[in-house]
């Protein structure tokens, strides 16, 4: 017995010492414990209501959507886009013909294997590879992640890397399409994509449910009407159909980015044309999501109202955004429990702003303590913040004070919560 023990301690020492087994132990551990809480408390059947809006917000929100709607549906697009805004599974026709099939290469795979939710990391390195960047998942994770177990890493964080720490410029857009990656990837571009899927544990430990996931684009082929793409879950060169690219890009309102060379703008506001402009860009993203709610059900349907909102918000329409939000969490609570994406506001926080900025502040602290306690390890920076916005509004500084520790706890230099914290001489 005495034996068996010293073998164990050794085991240990040995594991925890080397910094890959420490990794890949740390994460089947994390894995567990997430299993044993999400066994007690399914996150399927967590469900947020918002209140009863007040008889003068609803007042205010209806006057905010008769006076925005006409300019929200008249977006500065070519007309041929505003009558068939939605995406398609086959190539639509370009100012200038495009090759049949275009692979761009010198990209350096990347797997996000055994790391926690290090999905943005790896992508994001890979990315930046082909423009001949020599650094790896890690360093790119250590500024994105600072905290392993952050849930999530937002896209404006990933551009920020870009041009802070590489050198180099990214573009973020939504409302994208199949023709709009063609073109960038013609043009010599690789295009980031974060989409959604659902999976059921056979990527290992943690993989199971709906989650989102950053996919990076190197080239399509039309003959066999896939995108060629590295996956930091299933591997290099992966055939990724047409098909699948529009249902899974839903989750997302059809984000992209795309990272190119400073000295390169110009080419990139050509390719982009009206979408270069991100007023005009959001507002063709909520017209895109207004016709595809019309026609969908269920899931799909409850990711078309997320998308609408989420691009109200970018318009800085915060009641309009509201109401939408509004209609998207009654109806996620007709979603099929296995269906539901609960994992939803690990990425999307435009609810949050659309309450707070609207006065909801109760929506606000109801929807971030719904997210949070959902989770076996609560340490989304980004709820905590804007909980303790919510707070802090409602004259709870103890409270606001305690959420914004956490969230710095969880994303050291989380730079909205440090500011806040200084601000209340913290």
């Known amino acids: 017995m005495a034996l068996l023990a010293a073998a164990l301690l050794v085991s240990a020492v040995v594991v925890f010492t080397v910094p890959r087994l420490r990794e890949a132990a740390l994460y089947r551990l994390s894995d567990w414990k997430a299993r044993v809480y999400y066994?007690?408390?399914?996150?399927?059947?967590?469900?947020?209501?918002?209140?009863?809006?007040?008889?003068?917000?609803?007042?205010?929100?209806?006057?905010?959507?008769?006076?925005?709607?006409p300019v929200l549906l008249t977006p500065t697009v070519s007309p041929a886009i505003v009558e068939t805004p939605q995406p398609t599974a086959t190539p639509t026709p370009s100012p200038t013909s495009l090759p049949g099939r275009v692979e761009l290469t010198g990209i350096?795979?990347?797997?996000?294997?055994?790391?926690?939710?290090?999905?943005?990391?790896a992508n994001l390195a890979m990315a930046l590879s082909y423009w001949g960047w020599q650094g790896d998942r890690t360093t790119t994770g250590k500024w994105l992640?600072?905290?392993?177990?952050?849930?999530n890493?937002?896209?404006?964080?990933?551009?920020?890397?870009?041009?802070?720490?590489?050198?180099?410029?990214?573009?973020?857009?939504?409302?994208?399409?199949?023709?709009?990656?063609?073109?960038?990837?013609?043009?010599?571009?690789?295009?980031?994509?974060?989409?959604?899927?659902?999976?059921?544990?056979?990527?290992?430990?943690?993989?199971?449910?709906?989650m989102g996931h950053y996919l990076l684009i190197n080239g399509y082929d039309d003959t066999q009407s896939g995108l060629i793409v590295q996956d930091s879950l299933t591997g290099p060169d992966q055939l990724y159909p047409y098909d699948s690219l529009q249902t899974d890009?839903?989750?997302?309102?059809?984000?992209?980015?795309?990272?190119?060379?400073?000295?390169?703008?110009?080419?990139?506001?050509?390719?982009?044309?009206?979408?270069?402009?991100?007023?005009?860009?959001?507002?063709?993203?909520?017209?895109?999501?207004?016709?595809?709610?019309?026609?969908?059900?269920?899931?799909?349907?409850?990711?078309?109202?997320?998308?609408?909102?989420?691009s109200l918000v970018g318009l800085q329409d915060y009641g309009g955004a509201a109401a939408i939000f509004d209609q998207a969490f009654i109806l996620y609570v007709d979603i099929p429990e296995a269906d539901r994406p609960y994992r939803m506001l690990w990425y999307n926080?435009?609810?949050?702003?659309?309450?707070?900025?609207?006065?909801?502040?109760?929506?606000?602290?109801?929807?971030?303590?719904?997210?949070?306690?959902?989770?076996?390890?609560?340490?989304?920076?980004?709820?905590?913040y804007w909980r303790a916005r919510a707070e802090l509004a409602l004259g709870d500084t103890v409270g606001a004070v305690n959420d914004l520790k956490k969230a710095v706890k969880y994303h050291t230099g989380f730079q909205p919560a440090v500011d806040l914290l200084a601000e209340l001489g913290y």
């Open 108 to 121: 350096r795979y990347q797997s996000q294997r055994y790391l926690w939710n290090y999905c943005a990391p």
């Open 153 to 210: 890493v937002m896209p404006y964080e990933m551009q920020a890397y870009v041009e802070e720490e590489a050198g180099l410029k990214a573009v973020v857009r939504v409302g994208g399409d199949l023709d709009t990656i063609r073109r960038f990837i013609s043009a010599g571009y690789p295009v980031l994509v974060e989409k959604g899927e659902v999976l059921h544990g056979e990527y290992g430990p943690g993989s199971t449910g709906w």
């Open 39 to 69: 066994l007690i408390n399914p996150p399927q059947k967590a469900v947020f209501l918002p209140a009863e809006p007040q008889a003068q917000v609803a007042a205010a929100v209806q006057q905010t959507l008769q006076a925005l709607t």
């Open 349 to 384: 926080t435009a609810p949050y702003k659309a309450y707070y900025y609207l006065g909801n502040y109760w929506n606000v602290i109801d929807l971030a303590t719904t997210t949070l306690d959902a989770m076996a390890e609560p340490t989304l920076e980004e709820s905590y």
């Open 249 to 310: 890009w839903r989750a997302f309102n059809y984000l992209y980015i795309v990272i190119y060379p400073p000295e390169e703008e110009e080419e990139i506001t050509h390719i982009l044309g009206d979408q270069a402009d991100a007023y005009a860009n959001q507002q063709y993203a909520a017209l895109l999501a207004a016709n595809e709610v019309m026609g969908l059900t269920g899931r799909d349907q409850f990711f078309a109202w997320m998308n609408r909102g989420s």
């Open 145 to 151: 992640k600072p905290f392993a177990q952050d849930k």
